[in-house]
């Protein structure tokens, strides 16, 4: 088993380039997930305060009633 592992790592040599190279492109790929992730928040967030607001200023508006 030691030797197919020993195969597939020969496959891929990985020099200390390579696994920067590595590093950099799964920093690059966190970074834009983040930034997808934050815009969608972003989004809802703004969706839900508009509707919060619409909801506010409706029932600012409702004449009041009088329990006397």
Same mark, same amino acid.
């Given at each position: 088993m030691d /030797? $197919? #592992?020993d195969n597939d790592l020969s496959v891929v040599p990985l020099d200390l380039v390579g696994i920067r190279e590595l590093e950099k #492109?799964?920093? @690059? !790929?966190? @970074? !834009?997930? &983040? !930034?997808m992730r934050l815009e969608s928040d972003r989004? =809802?967030? $703004? /969706? &839900? /305060? $508009?509707k919060y607001n619409r909801w506010k200023d409706f029932?600012? !508006?409702?004449? =009041?009633?009088s329990l006397s």
């Open positions: /030797s $197919e #592992i #492109i799964g920093l @690059q !790929r966190l @970074q !834009r997930e &983040v !930034r989004a =809802t967030y $703004e /969706s &839900v /305060s $508009e029932f600012e !508006r409702l004449p =009041t009633a």
